[in-house]
């Protein structure tokens, strides 16, 4: 069946730092995927989405990029902020009604 | 951007009494889902609702639940009779169509007491 993994429940960053959150997935049709984003006490709200002529989406200086062979689409940013810290969600749909959420990431950033 | 509102934002009620929360999705968007979040949980899919029907629905969409839409206006989450553990946030979405984007509500916090 369809699903998303991000094996991270948790990462801590100094700020500054790399951001790479993992999000594999497994489809059964042809993948459309998502990053949500949830600051504390706020909804979800959409970072990014794949493209289907795979560009590379990106927002916020976070992208991502669609790996079909791999079934990847790892979030990055080149430098977390503080205002990074947050709950991050991968989402799979795979081309009707259904999404299929991860278990989250949250991301941690200390100064 | 386009805006899913959820009436109302707190909700404190005795358990085994009914609630219904509400969600006034985007007006030209035709899915609608209930997410359930636990404090300091991840988000869980409940239902999804197409054309005055229920798509899909989880574990979790026991049977004291029901969703409707009656004639386009909002798109309801009933719980009757509550229970301790729907203690949670419920988040409404909206998607215009497949391979949309999913658009969140703010979200009802249900404290069942």
């Known amino acids: 069946g369809d699903s998303v993994t991000q094996t991270e429940g948790l990462v801590t960053l100094t700020e500054g730092l790399p951001v790479m959150l993992n999000c594999t997935y497994q489809s059964t049709y042809s993948p459309f995927l998502f990053w949500y984003v949830q600051h504390l006490n706020e909804a979800p709200k959409l970072l990014l989405k794949?493209?289907?002529?795979?560009k590379r989406p990106e927002h916020q200086g976070f992208h991502a990029t669609l790996h079909k062979s791999s079934s990847s689409f790892h979030l990055q940013k080149s430098s977390a902020q503080l205002s990074d810290s947050a709950l991050y969600y991968c989402?799979?749909?795979?081309?009707?009604?259904?999404?299929?959420f991860g278990a989250g990431t949250r991301l941690k950033v200390i100064a | 951007g386009p805006k899913v509102l959820q009436i109302p934002s707190h909700q404190i009620i005795d358990m085994g009494q009914m609630v219904t929360l509400n969600c006034d999705p985007v007006?030209?968007?035709?899915?609608f889902y209930w997410y359930k979040q636990i404090l300091g949980q991840q988000m869980e899919f409940l239902v999804n609702f197409y054309n005055g029907k229920v798509m899909e629905k989880s574990k979790l969409f026991k049977d004291q639940f029901s969703v409707e839409r009656p004639d386009g206006s909002y798109f309801t989450l009933k719980i009757q009779p509550t229970a301790l553990e729907d203690s949670a946030v419920y988040f409404c979405?909206?998607?215009?169509?497949?391979?949309?984007?999913?658009?969140f509500g703010a979200g009802t916090r249900l404290s069942v007491l």
């Open positions: 989402a799979l749909n795979t081309g009707n009604y259904k999404y299929v």
């Open positions: 979405a909206s998607s215009p169509g497949p391979r949309n984007t999913l658009y």
């Open positions: 007006s030209n968007h035709l899915y």
């Open positions: 794949s493209f289907t002529d795979n």
